[in-house]
């Protein structure tokens, strides 16, 4: 792959960002608007001598990645929303199981089959809360396609680091539109390995131990260690277990090694920030309105900025409420119908001064949708 | 005349479900009084290994005569 | 090596209930491997949900107890990325035809080098005994209280249609024919598909009054027969046991694998690496 700069479509930019990520394993199933990262995959995939896989269904996609990232390797699965409700049960498995894994969903106009080339935001809580049972996940975004590209790279890296599937949550329009990428050299951003066990052969290793900083190291199968890999709650060997002190450890586990870390995890943009009186909030595509409209407005005096938030999940709540504190207004940009805009109201000290600006029928958003909202909050009607 | 190999019963695993005596072509073994499988003729066992291999317990293993 | 030395012995005694099939598979499924020469760190097995699928834990290799009906799919994921592996997926009723069916017949259209043991106890058991797509026809089961209401696959048929090359049926009766058979399916390199009649006296033969385990496995014995027996022959209807496809055809991940390497060798012959390239 070459480096330098080149004028890619976003999901290009994802199966080029997964590529130097050090992706070797793929296993889709076609789906609008993620359709182009199989077919591209299909084609640079075996080229590298890496793995590609049509698979029959987007369940079994899921299903083959995590057996092929228990081999060692690198893996990532692509779909929409119907392909991302299928996989829901898989994603729990790899939750559980603790195996490193990227899910991109390409979000279209839902429920159900929806508006299937529309865009649309509406999975944000489906990929907090979308597999069943206490458990947390990472999920991340991004609004142009540069930083699409880092943090599908980003997905990877804490797919690994912290032995968990992360989603890669972009939207029809981001994935669809063709901007500059520029695709880094290699070694120009850091991309994290596998961790391997140090335990020689012989030697009990046990694969859901942690270690005292944190990280949980892994065995291939077809090493030198065996192991039991199971869905069931278990103990370190990975052995079943009905013992109410290993459901209670396992499950705090699973849980707080994310969400413990929602600070470190969050990333995220600053535009125009340290004076503004309005801070807007948005993500992915919708962004981009917002970042364009507060472009517009500062140009015409109005003290207002954004907040791009790229990491969703584990929710950014300490970055919001910070960022939050002293502005007269909030207003929450998004193309659904409030679920980041709950979030954003749960973390700040002043919920009722939390607004959402959004669109949901299939449509971009526009910067008069937001501009009518921003007049009506200041009182001046639209 | 001692048996080439000899039928060894693990107590613990054997769950007594009777299928090593229903099938034992020489009626060698029996059913004891703790439901547990019993090598209980061993002059007439011809050590055809029948036993072992169909006992869903993994709990006889025809083991080396060592006398 | 005896079968002990393949098991996780503090794990037993197993769950299974006194009598109940799969554990004669275990046994067997492990003297073929012995037989067969083969390495525990080279041996990967893969189940899905169900009594069957609790198989793996017991075995020391490396195993995978997956979500319900989907074992095949994480073992092609595991087949792929690892080709050198020799990987067995024991199934269930369920796992394998009902919820699993199409990973099942997907996996036998690609013919992909995994063994598949269908253990096939005419019932769902982990769950108390309801019916399956392998229930005969009109027997009783706790969601069949009148009698279940289609016919059941036949999975030799269903999975010879699917493009399977290595299909075989035997019973937890006939032992010796079982090790056989495992050990060709292992060896055979393409999709094989073994399946195993069990018996599961607990629910299927209590409900059906089959009597217990011994009276389940007399009936494989009498009411089944060699396939290209003279007893074949003469009473059709009766349920064949045997090898009934073997051949050899082009296998998915072999097959890959040699369009990876005239990839990458045109990709070698054309160029070398030019500025600012570099493999992904």
Request: aromatic share 6%; net charge neutral; glycine share 10%.
């Amino acid at each position: 792959m070459k480096s330098g700069t080149t004028f890619i479509q976003g999901n290009e930019a994802i199966a080029r960002g997964a590529l130097y990520a050090g992706l070797q394993f793929f296993a889709g199933y076609p789906i609008t608007p993620s359709t182009e990262i199989a077919e591209i995959l299909s084609e640079k995939l075996p080229k590298l001598g890496r793995k590609f896989l049509q698979m029959e269904d987007e369940i079994s996609s899921m299903c083959a990645i995590i057996g092929a990232s228990l081999t060692g390797l690198k893996v990532m699965t692509a779909t929409s929303g119907p392909g991302f409700s299928l996989k829901q049960e898989a994603i729990g498995y790899a939750v559980m199981a603790e195996v490193p894994s990227v899910v991109v969903n390409v979000q279209r106009g839902g429920p159900s089959t929806g508006l299937p080339t529309g865009v649309a935001q509406g999975d944000v809580m489906q990929a907090r809360w979308g597999t069943h049972g206490d458990h947390s996940i990472i999920t991340l975004t991004a609004s142009n396609l540069q930083d699409v590209f880092l943090m599908t790279v980003e997905a990877f890296n804490l797919a690994e680091t912290y032995r968990t599937p992360v989603i890669l949550l972009f939207d029809e329009v981001v994935a669809h539109m063709r901007e500059k990428v520029k695709i880094p050299e290699p070694g120009e951003i850091n991309v994290v390995e596998r961790l391997h066990t140090s335990v020689p052969e012989g030697t009990n290793f046990h694969p859901y131990l942690t270690r005292e900083d944190g990280r949980l190291p892994m065995s291939d199968f077809g090493g030198v260690h065996r192991y039991n890999v199971t869905g069931l709650v278990h103990d370190m060997w990975g052995f079943p277990s009905n013992d109410p002190k290993v459901a209670y450890d396992l499950l705090h586990h699973l849980v707080d090694k994310i969400e413990n870390k929602a600070d470190l995890l969050a990333r995220y943009k600053e535009h125009h920030t340290e004076d503004a009186e309005i801070l807007l909030i948005s993500f992915g595509s919708a962004a981009r309105t917002a970042l364009h409209l507060v472009e517009q407005r500062r140009q015409r005096g109005l003290k207002v900025g954004l907040l791009e938030l790229q990491t969703l999940w584990p929710f950014p709540r300490q970055l919001v409420r910070r960022m939050c504190k002293g502005r007269t207004h909030v207003l929450v940009v998004e193309m659904n119908m409030g679920q980041v805009c709950q979030e954003v109201r749960k973390a700040v000290i002043r919920p009722e001064r939390v607004y959402l600006a959004n669109r949901f029928d299939g449509a971009s958003i526009a910067p008069a949708d937001i501009l009518n909202v921003l007049n009506m909050i200041r009182g001046k009607g639209v | 005349m001692e048996k080439k190999r000899k039928i060894v019963i693990n107590r613990d695993w054997c769950k007594g479900c009777g299928i090593c005596v229903a099938f034992c072509p020489k009626e060698v073994l029996v059913m004891d009084d703790q439901d547990k499988a019993c090598w209980a003729h061993p002059e007439k066992c011809i050590n055809c290994g029948l036993c072992e291999l169909r006992c869903p317990d993994m709990a006889i293993e025809l083991e080396e005569n060592k006398s | 090596m005896a079968v002990k030395d393949y098991m996780r012995e503090r794990f037993l005694p197993h769950i299974w209930c006194a009598g109940c099939g799969h554990g004669i598979i275990m046994g067997n499924m492990i003297r073929a491997i012995d037989q067969l020469n083969l390495k525990k760190n080279d041996i990967v097995v893969v189940s899905g949900i169900g009594c069957s699928s609790r198989m793996p834990g017991y075995l020391d290799f490396h195993t995978m107890h997956t979500i319900h009906g989907r074992a095949l799919a994480f073992a092609m994921g595991v087949k792929m990325g690892q080709p050198e592996l020799n990987v067995i997926v024991p199934m269930g009723d369920g796992d394998a035809l009902a919820i699993g069916g199409n990973h099942l017949i997907h996996a036998a259209r690609r013919n992909v080098d995994l063994t598949a043991i269908v253990m096939n106890n005419s019932i769902y058991g982990m769950t108390g005994g309801q019916y399956s797509p392998l229930t005969p026809t009109g027997k009783k089961a706790t969601t069949a209280v009148y009698g279940t209401d289609s016919k059941p696959f036949d999975v030799v048929a269903l999975a010879s249609g699917a493009g399977a090359t290595f299909v075989a049926r035997t019973t937890t009766y006939h032992v010796k024919e079982m090790v056989d058979i495992i050990k060709a399916a292992i060896l055979h390199k393409g999709f094989s598909v073994v399946e195993i009649m069990s018996q599961c006296p607990t629910y299927y033969g209590r409900k059906n009054k089959m009597g217990g385990a011994v009276e389940i496995m007399e009936t494989f014995q009498e009411k089944t027969v060699k396939l290209g027996s003279k007893k074949a022959e003469a009473d059709p209807e009766l349920m064949q046991r045997g090898v009934f496809v073997q051949e050899i055809q082009p296998e998915y991940v072999e097959s890959y694998q040699a369009l990876t390497a005239a990839l990458q060798k045109t990709a070698q012959k054309g160029r070398g690496l030019g500025k600012g390239e570099h493999h992904g």
